[in-house]
């Protein structure tokens, strides 16, 4: 199983098939904040994590995680994480050293459902993780999102928004297109 059905569409809940889809945007240039950026390597070791992506960019190298956000809240908001992520929080954590060290560092959510208007993380799946998402906002990581859905009728992923509004409390909203 790689979709499920949400209406006319479906939530793309296949993480390998997310990431094609993110590499094939970020190779198409179709994701602004990436601009020319290219992937040079998948997987690749940052302390004790491996992270997704390391991409050239014109700034530098830039390590970038790839999260899934395919939990559907309230307010058409996509969410991450629905339970306990220790993986999750090391990651972040990592890119916060980092960045901290000089770094270029980057978390992307990829929203997978259709019709969502923003990214929130799920404090109920796991309330450090919000936390650990403002601090890293705080020394430089990158903190994004996209919105993509897998269309039904035409067996095709599409792209929705390449600058996804990210909001990281209640109060606040972080989009900088």
């Known amino acids: 199983m790689f979709a ?3 209406a006319w569409s479906a939530a793309l809940i296949d993480t390998q098939m997310q990431m094609r889809a993110f590499e094939r945007a970020v190779t198409m240039g179709a994701i602004s904040w990436l601009q020319g950026c290219r992937v040079v390597r998948r997987n690749v070791r940052l302390g004790s994590s491996l992270i997704d992506y390391l991409l050239s960019c014109p700034e530098g190298d ?6 899934s956000a395919v939990l559907r809240g309230e307010k058409r908001y996509a969410m991450y994480p629905d339970c306990p992520t220790a993986r999750g929080r090391r990651h ?8 901290s060290r000089g770094g270029l560092g980057g978390v992307v959510f990829i929203a997978a459902l259709p019709e969502v208007d923003a990214f929130k993380p799920y404090r109920e799946g796991d309330p450090e993780v919000p936390v650990l998402l403002r601090e890293a906002l705080r020394v430089g990581v990158i903190v994004k999102a996209i919105a993509m859905h897998f269309e039904l009728a035409e067996s095709a992923v599409y792209l929705d928004d390449p600058d996804l509004r ?3 409390d209640d109060s606040a909203a972080y989009h900088d297109g």
């Not at 830039?62 to 999260?67: A, C, D, F, N």
């Not at 972040?92 to 960045?99: A, F, T, Y």
């Open 4 to 6: 499920v059905s949400d």
């Open 62 to 67: 830039l390590y970038l995680e790839t999260k």
């Open 92 to 99: 972040i954590k990592e890119l916060i050293e980092h960045v």
């Open 166 to 168: 990210v909001e990281l």
